[in-house]
């Protein structure tokens, strides 16, 4: 099965910095790899994803690039804010299977 | 939000008690899945249901017996749970075609 690794699993940054975070996956089939955010006490929230089709996906802040070859993908947040002090997670699925396998999750820490 | 609940939040329960966790999505999706997260660990699917009909057991143990009565509703039945079973229980759902899954506030376990 697929196996996900991610790294690091804590990250420290100053406010304004930018903070990039990785997994690896095992997985050649696996072609759909989402991103969520977890704050304290609540629900993991979808913030950004990349289909296999693509190597590099923006949204404002964030962006996440792929590299199918060797097999990682990593999430980009520029200019740093402490709201985006939170529990990140990396997923990676195959299409219409319906399963994921989620990396170990990154806790991020924005000092003000 | 109230696109996916979770009842209860929180729950403390015996190791020779029965409960169950109840899920409901107002999301018209058909795909629903329980994962649990633990402390320091990835996110763990536990069950997949797509359009009622249960296509994924990840090994879980039969302590664990969900029940999914139509595209709505989850439930994940408890009984002679283990203290190591504690963790966080969440709920997503997500629409066959589209991979974005969409989380419940999940319900914090305590065994005893």
């Known amino acids: 099965g697929e196996n996900v690794e991610q790294h690091p699993s804590t990250l420290s940054v100053q406010e304004g910095d930018s903070a990039v975070i990785k997994c690896t996956y095992s997985?050649?089939?696996?072609?759909?790899f989402p991103w969520y955010k977890q704050e304290l006490g609540k629900r993991p929230q979808l913030i950004i994803d990349i289909r296999s089709n693509v190597g590099e996906k923006k949204d404002q802040r964030i962006a996440v690039t792929l590299n199918k070859t060797a097999k990682h993908f990593s999430l980009h947040i520029t200019e740093t804010q402490p709201e985006d002090s939170a529990v990140y997670f990396c997923?990676?699925?195959?299409?219409?299977?319906?399963?994921?396998?989620f990396g170990s999750g990154t806790k991020l820490n924005v000092k003000p | 939000e109230t696109g996916v609940t979770q009842t209860p939040r929180h729950l403390v329960m015996g190791m020779t008690n029965k409960k169950s966790l109840k899920c409901e999505q107002h999301l018209g999706h058909n795909a629903m899945y329980w994962y649990k997260q633990s402390a320091k660990k990835p996110l763990e699917l536990m069950f997949v249901?797509?359009?009622?009909?249960?296509?994924e057991n990840n090994s879980v143990p039969s302590r664990f017996s969900p029940e999914c009565p139509n595209s709505s509703h989850l439930f994940l039945h408890l009984h002679t749970l283990q203290p190591e079973d504690s963790a966080l229980y969440l709920c997503?759902?997500?629409?066959?075609?589209?991979?974005?899954?969409?989380f419940g506030p999940g319900t914090r376990l305590t065994v005893l």
């Open positions: 997503a759902s997500s629409q066959e075609g589209s991979d974005t899954q969409y």
């Open positions: 997985d050649s089939a696996s072609n759909y």
């Open positions: 997923a990676a699925s195959v299409d219409n299977f319906n399963k994921f396998y």
């Open positions: 249901y797509n359009f009622k009909e249960q296509t």
